[in-house]
């Protein structure tokens, strides 16, 4: 039986190496948002001439159109400041005469107000997940102990996510959006998915051998669990690696956050969320005498 308590400083220094940077980022750069938060414009446009590295370039004379992606055979997607009907029409000429014909698809404006109501509600929905899984594990397993640690871990791993977008968005502009708050609630219930299953196999094996040292009882627990939660694991990763790298434009990071949260969950429930629980019973015995 493979002793993996003995090298849980290792974890969390691993832990820590991938964090502060993020934290870091976070703290000095924050989150690059996307229209769905500031407020703005989604114009969607077909083009005739499918001159993608042009169309993905291009910006109007006035610095309107904030970004460029492709959404389909010949469908691009322009993010724009906040426009009107005849604005929207000076691009499209302006389109028209660099790239001839152009189709509008889709054209929505997205008000400040309601992205901030958005990430209002986005706030409130972390909370209440945390609050729920929380009281769900602790209720579960009858000690407040799994559940605090559970939430530790969780929270492991969104920072590490929302981390990594900070430095993506400072470093190479991308935005996160609605469809990052989906991975982030996503990655909340994957990371205590794993965790609940290796903390129930703890707890079995604390009933079956209450006399026997709890280092001794997590490594088991580890044993038993840790082939079955990487073989769930990587089943969603290699998925995953397959849409990063075949799926569209329009997805691609929301792809990637969910990879990035995946694996940061799959490695937290072994290495983080078990260690922290015998960090906690040794506090517990220091604190008792």
């Known amino acids: 039986m493979v002793d993996f308590m003995r090298y ?7 832990s820590g190496i991938l964090l502060v940077p993020g934290v870091i980022s976070l703290l000095v750069f924050g989150l690059k948002p996307s229209i769905d938060f500031t ?6 446009l077909r083009f005739e001439d499918n001159d993608q590295f042009s169309i ?3 910006q109007t004379e006035d610095e309107k159109v904030i970004s460029a992606q492709k959404s389909g055979e010949g469908t691009y997607l322009l993010k724009i400041k906040t426009i009107n009907e005849k604005e929207k029409n000076e691009i499209k000429n302006k389109l028209a005469e660099k790239f001839g014909e152009v189709e509008e698809i889709r054209f929505e404006t997205v008000g400040p ?5 958005l990430l209002r509600k986005t706030l409130v929905a972390i909370v209440l997940a945390t609050v729920f899984i929380l009281a769900y594990i602790a209720y579960q397993f009858k000690d407040k102990m799994y559940g605090v640690c559970a939430i530790l ?3 492991h791993d969104t920072l590490i996510l929302l981390g990594s977008f900070s430095l993506l968005g ?23 998915h794993d965790t609940v299953v290796t903390y129930d196999s703890i707890r079995n094996a604390v009933k079956k051998n209450p006399k026997a040292k709890f280092s001794l009882l997590i490594n088991l627990a580890i044993n038993q669990t840790l082939i079955r939660n990487l073989n769930n694991s990587l089943t969603i990763i290699f998925m995953l690696l397959a849409l990063v790298l075949l799926g569209g434009q329009t997805i691609r990071w929301f792809v990637v956050a969910l990879l990035i949260g995946t694996i940061a969950g799959t490695y937290s429930s072994t290495f ?18």
């Open 8 to 14: 849980k400083k290792i974890y969390f220094l691993v």
């Open 39 to 44: 407020g703005g414009t989604i114009l969607e």
């Open 113 to 117: 107000t309601l992205g901030r109501e």
């Open 170 to 192: 400072h470093f190479f502009g991308i935005e996160v959006d609605t469809l990052f708050v989906t991975a982030v609630l996503t990655t909340l219930s994957f990371s205590v």
């Open 272 to 289: 983080i969320a078990t260690p922290l629980l015998l960090v906690w019973k040794s506090l517990e015995k220091r604190k008792d005498g």
């Open 153 to 155: 871990a969780m929270f």
């Open 56 to 58: 993905l370039n291009f």
